[in-house]
């Protein structure tokens, strides 16, 4: 089945803790994103990926790191979290990132930072 | 930045009403999508419009994006309980790469 996977679902973390979200899709996507959801504020873009060893920074990137080393894989890293960064989170892939095209989202990582 | 801004941002119906929401900007977009996104998943795609005054219609759900390119709404016709979650427009402009997600208007449709 084509999908975009994350992991974990859930995670309540402390503050300063270095964590990981991991994201991967199996639909051979050049394209990856990545965004966090708040209430009243829509879907916020904070990294994207246009193919394997390319990143730019999106709308909310402080804070964030990501790295795309394989095509399928394209993980966001929180080196210090921060409460502020208390958010749904939310990976997406399409097929080459042009304009109009499908994104296809993950199911979401609630995430926690006390 | 491109802004894009919904109304309502909630709406509570019964079933068999009809509604609009809408989705305004003050930039114009190379193209707009539509999304809609249930508890507990990520936004899945309605439809995307790319022609100025284009109309889109999916079931009981039209989409129409403005002459200008500056703006969407999304009519629904007798609204069912299987209607309700987050509706969300998105519009890119300039880099292809660049998605802007509205603020999102949350429906609910009751018995």
């Known amino acids: 089945e084509a999908q975009v996977t994350q992991n974990p679902r859930y995670l309540i973390t402390v503050t300063g803790k270095k964590l990981t979200v991991t994201c991967s899709q199996n639909m051979n996507h050049e394209y990856m994103s990545w965004y966090r959801q708040d209430p009243g504020l829509g879907l916020r873009q904070i990294y994207y990926s246009m193919n394997v060893e390319v990143t730019d920074k999106g709308d909310v990137p402080e804070g964030y790191k990501v790295s795309r080393k394989e095509k399928r894989n394209f993980p966001l890293i929180l080196e210090s979290p921060s409460p502020n960064q208390t958010s749904l989170y939310f990976c997406?892939?399409?097929?080459?990132?042009?304009?109009?095209?499908?994104?296809?989202f993950g199911s979401g990582t609630q995430l926690s930072v006390l | 930045t491109q802004l894009l801004e919904q109304s309502p941002q909630f709406l509570s119906i019964q079933e068999g009403e009809n509604l609009t929401v809408y989705c305004n900007s003050s930039s114009v977009f190379s193209s707009l999508q539509w999304y809609r996104q249930e508890p507990g998943e990520g936004p899945v795609l309605l439809v995307t419009?790319?022609?100025?005054?284009e109309v889109k219609k999916l079931k009981r759900l039209t989409f129409q994006f403005g002459d200008a390119r500056k703006d969407s709404s999304l009519h629904i016709t007798a609204a069912q309980p299987g209607d309700t979650g987050l509706y969300l427009c998105a519009g890119t402009a300039g880099t292809a790469s660049k998605l802007t997600f509205g603020t999102g208007t949350r429906l609910q449709v009751t018995l």
């Open positions: 419009v790319v022609t100025g005054g």
């Open positions: 997406a892939s399409s097929p080459t990132g042009t304009y109009g095209e499908k994104l296809f």
